[in-house]
């Protein structure tokens, strides 16, 4: 059973970076996604940035040239870079790893990001 770790989260001023990290507990080459979702109080859960094996990137508009997501292999570790952090980008991150073989998904417990004004 792969288990996923996320830290790094916190509390920071608007315009303010931090940097979350997700841990697994397996070989990420074994992933053929990994990615950060979020929620906040009283929202759906918001797809914010994946990353694929081949090393693509995609992230939700409203991050887009603010976060960037990838990858250490040798750590096992997906990162979440996150600069000029906004109020409305306070939410519970959680990491995602699909794996294709045996076909299941993998989810972290999540970690508190809060944006102050």
């Known amino acids: 059973q792969v288990q996923l770790v996320e830290s790094g989260g916190g509390f920071v001023q608007a315009g303010g970076s931090l940097r979350l990290f997700c841990a697994a507990s397996?070989?990420?080459?074994?992933?053929?996604?990994m990615a950060w979702y979020r929620q906040a109080p009283g929202k759906q859960r918001e797809l914010v940035a994946t990353?694929?094996?081949?090393?693509?990137?995609n992230s939700a508009d409203s991050v887009k040239g603010r976060f960037t997501i990838s990858t250490d292999n040798g750590k096992n570790t997906v990162y979440l870079q996150m600069n000029r952090l906004k109020p409305e980008d306070t939410a519970v991150y959680s990491c995602?790893?699909?794996?294709?073989?045996?076909?299941?998904?993998?989810w972290g417990q999540g970690t508190q990001v809060t944006v102050s004004s």
């Open positions: 995602y790893e699909a794996m294709a073989v045996p076909r299941k998904d993998y």
């Open positions: 397996s070989s990420i080459l074994s992933f053929t996604v």
């Open positions: 990353i694929a094996k081949s090393g693509s990137t």
